[in-house]
Nanobody, 124 residues
Framework: VQLQASGGGLVQPGGSLRLSCAAFGFTFGSYRMGWFRQAPGKEREFVAAISWSGGNTYYADSVKGRFTISRDNAKNTVYLQMNSLKPEDTAVYYC??????????????????WGQGTLVTVSS
């Protein structure tokens, strides 16, 4: 099982980035997918999640209206489109897979598999 996150980098405030996470070794379409982030000195926090089919999406209040999570089950990939980025969005972003498709999606302990993380830095 492997989750490979990519797409991070340095971006100016107000800019955009698109993160990708490719999944290998499990039935991607049967897993809810999530994105979490961890800023220096802080706990890892929930950012967004998407149901098996992509029909339901969930966001942290801090990113709602700016970030969009999506998935392509044919490509075994989940995406996080990040717009209007702010310095406080600076963090390592992790994708994660959860075999459930109902119940809470905010707690990292509920996720089965994790990617290695990709660093997003928002700075002028």
């Amino acid at each position: 099982v492997q989750l490979q996150a990519s797409g991070g980098g340095l971006v100016q405030p107000g800019g955009s980035l698109r993160l990708s996470c490719a999944a290998f070794g499990f039935t991607f379409g049967s897993y809810r997918m999530g994105w979490f982030r961890q800023a220096p000195g802080k706990e890892r926090e929930f950012v967004a999640a998407i149901s098996w089919s992509g029909g339901n999406t969930y966001y942290a209040d801090s990113v709602k209206g700016r970030f969009t999570i999506s998935r392509d089950n044919a490509k075994n990939t989940v995406y996080l489109q990040m717009n209007s980025l702010k310095p406080e969005d600076t963090a390592v972003y992790y994708c994660a897979a959860d075999h459930r498709d109902s119940g809470s999606y905010r707690y990292r302990a509920l996720y089965d598999y994790w990617g290695q993380g990709t660093l997003v830095t928002v700075s002028s």
